[in-house]
């Protein structure tokens, strides 16, 4: 586990490092049954392009889960986050192939809200083939 990050070591606009999370098909069968949603789009291609969708997607609390790791990774700790929402804005699309997709999650800290508390929200930005897939995807972290 890394350091925890000292909130005085802290200004807005500190980068976090950035991530590329690999998915393929395999993992959205293991993250069905770990968190029990089992909807097809999930894993039926034809039933995805029935309802409208270009392929099998990845489940939104996924990709919400593979971004916050940015946060966690840099902290230290996963419990210095103190909130964490985003908004899906566009679906992870999962081909059939030996490649799957790729999100690429980059942050930065936005703000500093509380010095007493020491914490800070961080913006995230998540890709998926060129198109940004979570909206408004911020963090509140408590720092060391």
């Known amino acids: 586990m890394a350091a925890r990050v000292a909130y005085a070591d802290?200004?807005?606009?500190?980068?976090?490092?950035?991530?590329?999370?690999?998915v393929d098909?395999?993992?959205?069968?293991?993250y069905a049954?770990?968190?029990?949603?089992?909807?097809?789009?999930?894993?039926?291609?034809?039933?995805?392009?029935?309802?409208?969708?270009?392929?099998?997607?990845?489940h939104g609390m996924f990709t919400m889960a593979e971004a916050i790791r940015v946060?966690?990774?840099?902290?230290g700790d996963p419990g210095a986050v103190?909130?964490?929402g985003?908004?899906?804005?566009?679906?992870?699309?999962v081909p059939d192939d030996d490649k799957g997709a790729l999100i690429e999650?980059?942050?930065?800290?936005?703000?500093?809200?509380?010095?007493?508390?020491?914490?800070?929200?961080?913006?995230?930005?998540?890709m998926a083939a060129g198109q940004k897939v979570l909206g408004m995807a911020r963090a509140v972290v408590r720092l060391a």
Not at 10 to 21: H, K, N, Q
Not at 86 to 93: D, G, L, N, T
């Open 105 to 126: 999650v980059s942050g930065k800290v936005a703000v500093k809200l509380d010095d007493e508390a020491r914490t800070v929200r961080v913006d995230l930005t998540a």
């Open 71 to 75: 946060v966690t990774d840099w902290t």
């Open 25 to 30: 098909r395999a993992a959205l069968v293991r």
């Open 33 to 58: 049954g770990a968190s029990g949603d089992f909807n097809p789009i999930h894993w039926n291609e034809r039933f995805a392009r029935e309802v409208g969708l270009p392929d099998v997607i990845a």
């Open 86 to 93: 985003v908004r899906f804005i566009k679906p992870v699309v």
């Open 82 to 84: 103190v909130e964490y």
């Open 10 to 22: 802290v200004e807005v606009g500190t980068v976090l490092p950035a991530r590329e999370f690999p």
